[in-house]
T-cell receptor, first 114, second 113 residues
Framework: GESVGLHLPTLSVQEGDNSIINCAYSNSASDYFIWYKQESGKGPQFIIDIRSNMDKRQGQRVTVLLNKTVKHLSLQIAATQPGDSAVYFCAEEVSGAGSYQLTFGKGTKLSVIP | NAGVTQTPKFQVLKTGQSMTLQCAQDMNHEYMSWYRQDPGMGLRLIHYSVGAGITDQGEVPNGYNVSRSTTEDFPLRLLSAAPSQTSVYFC????????????FGSGTRLTVV
């Protein structure tokens, strides 16, 4: 079946720089996307979400961009801090009757260099 | 407000044993689900429930059973444990599908020997 994937498994950035984590999805019917952060030994933590009727959404230090034309999702983290070091997952969901399945990508590990 | 609580945090089982992983949430969420996380595989949906008395299968349901007798609890049962079920299991809940994402528990690390 179709699934969400990620371009890079690891990303290292200098503290203070901006980070960009990418995600490619293949299910054109997906209309809801979420980014999660997972620290070692913990469960995924919600960061930000976006619906398919939007192409950009901003939170505190984070921005999610959605390009439906090329089925691409990205998470931008401004002024990356050591506490941002974690694995980041994108996930997609298809709205509609009977559809409650959130499909996760494999994750990108972000390492922040002090 | 404890959020989503999973017990136990760690468990070792012998092949063929059965056990129940507990999940409870105190947020009055209607939607609850179970995922397993394997290295390099991301999270995969096992079973989910959209409300008390209603359950359905996810991507990888074989070998697992669930029930939802109350809104708060959503236990996951391993009927006859196999080494392939060695994984980290996460329970998640949501007020409604597609709203503010899902809240995850801290996970249960299960090893089947």
């Amino acid at each position: 079946g179709e699934s969400v994937g990620l371009h890079l498994p690891t990303l290292s950035v200098q503290e203070g720089d901006n980070s960009i984590i990418n995600c490619a999805y293949s299910n054109s019917a997906s209309d809801y996307f979420i980014w999660y952060k997972q620290e070692s030994g913990k469960g995924p933590q919600f960061i930000i979400d976006i619906r398919s009727n939007m192409d950009k959404r901003q939170g505190q230090r984070v921005t999610v961009l959605l390009n439906k034309t090329v089925k691409h999702l990205s998470l931008q983290i401004a002024a990356t801090q050591p506490g941002d070091s974690a694995v980041y997952f994108c996930a997609e969901e298809v709205s509609g009757a009977g559809s409650y399945q959130l499909t996760f990508g494999k994750g990108t590990k972000l390492s922040v260099i002090p | 407000n404890a959020g989503v609580t999973q017990t136990p945090k760690f468990q070792v089982l012998k092949t063929g044993q059965s056990m129940t992983l507990q999940c409870a949430q105190d947020m009055n969420h209607e939607y609850m689900s179970w995922y397993r996380q394997d290295p390099g595989m991301g999270l995969r949906l096992i079973h989910y429930s959209v409300g008390a008395g209603i359950t359905d299968q996810g991507e990888v349901p074989n070998g697992y059973n669930v029930s939802r007798s109350t809104t708060e609890d959503f236990p996951l049962r391993l009927l006859s444990a196999a080494p392939s079920q060695t994984s980290v299991y996460f329970c998640a809940s949501s007020y409604s599908r597609g709203r503010l994402g899902y809240t995850f528990g801290s996970g249960t690390r299960l090893t089947v020997v």
